[in-house]
């Protein structure tokens, strides 16, 4: 059993999040890409569970629709497959071209404009939200629904707990919670295999019946509602099995997780989900209507399937019972799937200024603790706001998703037209995301017509009211970047005063180490404030940096070394600097995922090795700051400071003004 190290006496509160989160990881560890990234029979555990246990609603949301026309089921079961494959089969193509993942945010924004990509970020990160709460409420209701009524005043407090449960393990990391959900995902396929399987070989002499039953209906409705009639039956019962196609965009979302070759491994993993999910959604269709399945209140239709398949096996009830809480597990493990693509579409957003940096940020097992803290966080909120009714979280789920799906299909089917020279199967993709586009258009509208009063409205309200935040936050940080870029213009050309000084540091004499964040004028703006400030005083300057390792490098290790490279050709432009205008200069540099920690270990061996030093840094002050100022520019300076002010290291934080 690993322990904390005994230096470092931790309290308490340390080794309770020691125990529950796990160790740090080494960020300069060769092999870490390939320890933490996965197979793809595990990226399809993890990232395949929440489109397959949509299996366990969706066919049944569809079958429903159709009320006494359940003729049409078997054509609906065509339909659902066909769907499956066209849009997996066009998520498979967006992998090709956007191999380093962040799905339909990525997709609209490159081949629409930032604004499409903003639309279908904020759609999919409240998506995620819903996939968490909803998963994880239907896994209560089904594993509750085996329990005496008197227990289920506890459901709610189980729903939260496994939401917790599921927030510490992705915390942990998420090959570790894919490792530990496994089994339950494993239980699911191999019962649904043999429900389906086995239903279906069991009612073969039922087919040619079947068959004549389904021939004298639709001769029966055709003679009274007509072709529109029945065309409108079928496409609201498509439609209203929308849920089913949820989860066919997680593979192009998390790419990041899956282990080199990415494209071949990603698609890989798309090929799993499409032919487990066609198979399941499709085959619990036709075998509701092979054998006559009718709902009954307080079961759902699987449940009833499973009962008259393996009624007259041995042990054929616990077998049923087997299969169908699998289905309550398997939503569990869905609910995955929004902690994985969650925080990384969240990243993704981060990176172009649409949400605050921090989201970028990997902790110390490099995980988006961040954007699992604040999926997991909105979950909890909806679960409370709902009292976890799986029914009213499945109208407010009913739209985002293919709007999504939507955007992303026109944005692909943009590409190929503008693109068509460099491809020379282009016809042939122009064809398919032309008819997934159509499909997914199909669904998106004829949701919001049935379910905008129900409640759907509620999700594009709160889908707004993120947009709306997005581009207030956009709007804050180009101000921000228009007057830093004003400094830079003014200090960025510091000419060079005379020849190289190339004295090495004197560790004797007064020093400033300053932390600076690239070469720019930020940190030209500390050095030259200490100057002015303090005259003659520093005969020596150490600059001082820490490679950030977040979410923008946390893909291979060549982007860690170029991270490397970048961060020690910044440092060097200050030491060259410094030296042309006769000082003595040197750098240090340290690779971390948490700044503060990393920058205040630096800072203190600096301060031992050059003890007559003062650790400078700065931070943006506003001429009036608000709470929303604080929100998205964090407190690393301060933070800094009373770390190194505690263990009695003079540290001074410099006003660098912006004026918005």
């Known amino acids: ?120 970020g904020s759609a999919l990160l409240v998506d995620y939200v819903l996939t968490i709460t909803v998963s994880l409420a239907a896994c209560g209701d089904a594993l509750f629904s085996f329990l005496p009524v008197m227990y289920l005043k506890y459901k709610l407090i189980f729903v939260v707990l496994l939401t917790v449960m599921l927030v510490i393990l992705n915390i942990r990391g998420v090959k570790e919670s894919i ?48 072709y529109v009639g029945m065309l409108a039956i079928f496409l609201r019962a498509f439609s209203m099995g929308g849920g089913t196609y949820t989860g066919l965009e997680t593979v192009s979302n998390g790419m990041q997780v899956i282990r080199e070759p990415r494209v071949q491994a990603g698609k890989r993993t798309m090929a799993y989900m499409a032919v487990s999910l066609a198979f399941t959604a499709g085959g619990l269709l036709l075998c509701y209507v092979l054998f006559g399945i009718k709902p009954i209140h307080g079961r759902t239709l699987n449940a009833i399937l499973a009962d008259n398949v393996f009624g007259n096996w041995p042990l054929g009830g616990l077998i049923a019972l087997i299969t169908i809480l699998s289905e309550g597990a398997l939503l569990m ?91 020379k199967s282009w016809k042939r993709y122009i064809i398919i995301f032309t008819v997934s586009l159509g499909l997914c258009l199909t669904i998106l509208l004829i949701t919001i017509f049935e379910k905008f009063g129900e409640g759907g409205w509620i999700t594009l309200f709160i889908t707004s009211l993120v947009i709306g935040l997005c581009f207030l936050i956009r709007g804050h940080y180009k101000k921000v970047r228009k007057g830093v870029r004003q400094l830079e213009e003014m200090l960025s050309d510091i000419p060079v005063s005379g020849p190289e000084n190339k004295e090495p540091v004197d560790p004797s004499k007064v020093t400033a180490i300053l932390l600076v964040n690239g070469f720019s004028g930020f940190g030209l703006h500390i050095w030259l ?46 030491v060259k600097l410094s030296r042309s205008y006769g000082f003595p200069a040197d750098c240090r540099m340290a690779l971390g995922t948490d700044v503060v920690e990393t920058a205040t270990d630096l800072c203190e061996s600096l301060a031992k090795e050059f003890p007559h030093s003062t650790i400078f840094t700065g931070k943006l002050v506003f001429r009036q700051e608000t709470p929303f100022q604080r929100l998205l520019h964090n407190e690393t300076a301060f933070a800094i400071q009373r770390r190194l002010q505690w263990k009695g290291i003079t540290t001074v934080i410099l006003p660098i003004r912006v004026g918005i």
């Open 333 to 423: 493990v869905g609910a995955q799937a929004g902690f994985v693509g969650g925080p990384r579409i969240m990243a993704n957003m981060s990176t172009d200024a649409w949400l605050p940096r921090s989201f970028m940020a990997l902790s110390e097992q490099l995980t988006m603790q961040n954007g699992v803290l604040l999926m997991g966080g909105a979950s909890l909120l909806l679960l409370l706001y709902t009292r976890g009714s799986v029914s009213a979280l499945v109208i407010m789920y009913s739209i985002n998703v293919f709007l999504t799906f939507s955007l992303s299909q026109y944005g692909m089917l943009r590409f190929y037209i503008r693109s068509r020279k460099k491809f």
């Open 529 to 574: 404030t200490i100057f002015r400030s303090f005259p003659q005083l520093y005969k020596n300057f150490i600059f001082v940096s820490v490679a950030e390792f977040d979410s923008g490098s946390f893909k291979d290790s060549s982007e860690v070394e170029a991270l490397k490279n970048s961060v020690q050709e910044s440092l060097m432009k200050y």
């Open 1 to 120: 059993m690993k322990t904390l190290p005994s230096e470092d006496n931790p309290n308490l509160l340390k080794r309770i999040r020691y125990n529950l989160f796990g160790p740090p990881r080494d960020v300069n560890e060769p092999s870490l890409f390939h320890k933490l990234s996965l197979i793809p029979i595990l990226a399809w555990v993890g990232l395949g569970a929440d489109g397959l246990s949509s299996s366990s609603y969706g066919p049944e949301e569809a079958f429903k629709a159709l009320g006494t026309h359940t003729y049409l089921a078997a054509f609906l079961a065509l339909a659902t497959a066909f769907t499956v494959f066209v849009i997996s089969y066009a998520y498979s193509k967006i992998i090709e071209q956007f191999p380093s993942g962040g799905g339909g945010y990525i997709v609209a924004t490159s081949t629409i404009s930032s604004s499409a990509g903003v639309i279908s």
């Open 179 to 226: 490792m530990i959900l496994a089994p339950i995902f494993i239980v699911f396929i191999v019962t649904h295999i043999i429900l389906i399987g086995y239903g279906v070989l069991s009612k073969a002499d039922h087919i040619t019946p079947v068959m004549n039953e389904f021939q004298g209906s639709f001769n029966h409705d055709i003679s009274t509602i007509g």
